[in-house]
Structure formats: structure tokens, C-alpha cells
């Protein structure tokens, strides 16, 4: 049953226009909104906005809520803390769930004898692996790729590799990071143009002794969902390794079962040094984290990681229910199973002749995408199509995000207990919003 076009809470009358004009009145307009709604309900994949209108929703926080909206037993979980303590900061009293999510986490990394401490958000997570690698190493360079994406604050807007928004108008940025080649064959880019352009920095910009960490996504989140290569990932362990270099992996957005694997990291066969996790660690309660070899975290002196919040008790609870739930309901194997079909129908739409061009179709799991482009057949990006498609999408109900170096690509994040009927609802939509922005 819908809100209406409008509810009342307390005094207030509340709808979509009304809370964005005190929006704009009262939030900074640096942050940005990829939809005009408010949501005020959310269960699984369904959310109901302000005006009581129903969406499905395949962005998900940003790939946050791979359980879903509102897990009954995340949920469960994070209530019965808060019944016992909200807070008490970690590095003052200690509480077991702290303990119990690292050793759970130490268990399913790829990394023999880890170590874990959290923090609270990815870009949080990515500073503390930087200052761990530069304090094992005792050296200031870090190289990250084209297209990355890292975080917002200073160091990590720096290490992401596109300026706009990120870091637009916010000057050089932090010292010593560099940029590498992010193999794309399909837009000319090969695993072998993408090493020799790594082996470039090392000849024109930093020498390789001189380099902490290079620090990659395995699979580029908005930088537009390219899986790194498996020879590509174990050539720069390899490099790494040569040259006594940290090899740092990404997992904010591609962990805890989004990409059929519990880690996108398990598709390459390697161990990495340090990898930095967050997103759907918590089912939406904010916590990230930093797991690696315990021979590297143990050379940051006691003090020197932590933070107020870090860990906190609350997200630590909702983050031993999400593991539990993806184990419960075998959501790694769901992850599969679902992006399979997904990919299968979306190469389906590609073939019509009605809808927009679309590129190259590729997944991880579920973590999906596609390019518009510009010609049927084609790889020439077509970004001005891509807003045309989401907002038919919305006026629909179904709420998607655009992303990609060349801003031509669509993602699409359901959650991974999406039922079926309404995944199929959800690419109903997505095909419609297709064939009206083709017809405009």
C-alpha cells in the first residue's frame, strides 16, 4: 500500500518537493543526488519514496545492501547491540563482537595469517592501507589506475583516476601518486599496453624502490565494472614481489559475495598484501576495514591506526549477521546464478533493433553493467544518452545508476535476494526505458 502523494510526521507535511526545497537550503550542494526521491520505506529490492511511489532498486546504497533493504536478521542483530551499548570506542573498552568479526574476516580472505582493524568507510579504509604500506616499506609512492576509484577525501580523490567530480577545482592533489593503464582491450587498451604503461612510470615518474603500494579494484567500480584480468592481477604480483612492493586490492564495492565469489580478488589466484573492505560488510551500518599479512600490520606502532568509530559495535553486530545470512542463503552461489540469467537477458535487449546501441555487456555476478553507444555494433561512447536512459528507468520504477570513465555505462546492483519475479519486473523496465530513449 503507498504513502499517498504526500504523509504527515509530527506537525510536518512531507513529500519529494517539499523535503528537496529544505534539502537545497540546507545541505551543501557538493553533494550530488542521482535521484530527486526521499525514500521513506525500503524492504529487500522494493523502496517507497515521500510520494508513497514504489521503486525497485538496483543501486542499492552503492552496493551496499547485498542482503537487501532491511534484513530481518541484520536488522535483529544491530537491535539487540544498540539494547546493550551503542558505543564505547574501541581503542578505550574493548567488546567481543569487534573480535569476532576479524577473526571471521582473517577466515575468508585470500591472505595466509591476516590481521584485521576497522574504520568506518571505504575511503577510510584505502588512507589506512596507504599509511600501513608506506609505514612497512618506509616509502612515500603509491600508483594506482586510470578509472579507479578510491574515495573523496584528499588522498584517496588523488589516488582515483578522473578528475571530474572528484577533484575538480581542488588543486594538484597529494603527493607522490601516480596513474597507471587500466587494461580495456575493447577500448584499446591491452593487459600487455597496461603493463609496459606501468613500466613507463617506473622509467619517467617514480623508481619502483621508491613505491609503497600499488593499489588496484579486481574489478573497477565506477570506474564502469571491468574485471581486471587474471594475467594482468598475477603480473602485478609479480612485479610487486620484484621490486618489494605492497599489492593492495580494492574490495570496497566487488566484496562479500557481489561478484559470485566471496572477494572478486579469489578469480585471480593470488594473495594480496593488504585488501580494503566496506560497502557490504554492514547491510547499510557503516564499517569498513583493512585485512593483510600480519607481518605487515604489525609494523604500525600501537596508536596508530584506529578511530573513534572504527569497529563500532552496532555495525560490528550487523556485519556477523550479513556474513551469517550470505552463508544461510548461499548468496555467493546466488550471485552467480543470478548475473548469468541477467547477462543472458541483457545480450537479448542488446539484439533488438529498437532499443539504444548498446556496447559491450559484461559481469561479475551481479555486479552488471552495459555501454550506450553511438553505433549499433560499435564501442564509440555515447554519454548523453546515458541520463535519457536512467530517468526513463525512474519514471518507471526502477532505479539504476550510470558510471564508467567514458560516463557511457550503466551498472545495475540488486541486491542478491532479489526475488526473480521482481528481477524480471526490474529488466522489463530497463527495456522499455531503452526503447523510449531510442525513440526520442
Partial sequence: MGLGSSYVTGNKIMSNSSLLERRK???????????????????????????????????????????GHAHPKVQAAAKAQID???????????YEP?????????????????????????????????KIARTATGRPGVITFRGAF????????????????????????A????????????????????????HTIFKTDIEPCDVAAIVIEPVQGEGGFYQAPKEFMQELRAICDAHGILMVCDEVQSGFA????????????????????????????????????????EKVNPGGLGGTYGGNPVACAASLATLEVIEEEKL???????????????NKIKDRDDVVPIGDVRGV???????LVKERGGHTPDPDIVPKVVAAALKRGLIILSCGYFANTVRLLAPLTVPTDQLDEALDILEAALQEAAAA
Fill in 98 to 130: 569487534y573480535i569476532e568479526l576479524a577473526e571471521k574476516i582473517n577466515a575468508i580472505v585470500p591472505i595466509r595469517d591476516a590481521q584485521s582493524v576497522f574504520f568506518s568507510t571505504g575511503a577510510e579504509a584505502v588512507e589506512n592501507a596507504v
Fill in 175 to 198: 603527493a607522490a601518486v601516480y596513474h597507471a593503464p587500466f587494461p580495456i582491450p575493447h577500448h584499446g587498451i591491452t593487459v600487455a599496453d597496461a603493463v609496459a604503461g606501468l
Fill in 84 to 94: 546493550n551499548f551503542s558505543h564505547t570506542a574501541f581503542q578505550v573498552s574493548m
Fill in 150 to 173: 578510491h574515495g573523496r577525501s584528499a588522498l584517496t580523490s588523488t589516488m582515483t583516476g578522473k578528475i571530474a567530480p572528484y577533484r575538480a577545482g581542488a588543486g594538484l592533489g
Fill in 25 to 67: 537550503a540546507a545541505v551543501a550542494g557538493g553533494v550530488a543526488n542521482a535521484t530527486p526521491l526521499f525514500i521513506e520505506k525500503a524492504k529487500n529490492a522494493e523502496v517507497w519514496d515521500a510520494d508513497g511511489k514504489r521503486y525497485l532498486d538496483f543501486a542499492q546504497g552503492i552496493a551496499v545492501n547485498n542482503t
Fill in 332 to 346: 555467493v552461489e546466488r550471485s552467480a546464478q543470478l548475473g548469468a540469467y541477467m547477462l543472458d537477458r541483457l
Fill in 365 to 371: 555476478g551481479m555486479m552488471v553493467a552495459f555501454e
Fill in 258 to 297: 557481489r561478484t559470485g565469489r566471496m572477494f572478486a580478488t579469489d578469480y585471480a589466484d593470488i594473495e594480496p598484501d593488504l585488501m580494503t573492505i566496506a560497502k557490504a560488510m554492514g547491510s547499510g551500518y557503516p564499517i569498513s576495514g583493512v585485512v593483510g599479512k600480519r607481518s605487515i600490520l
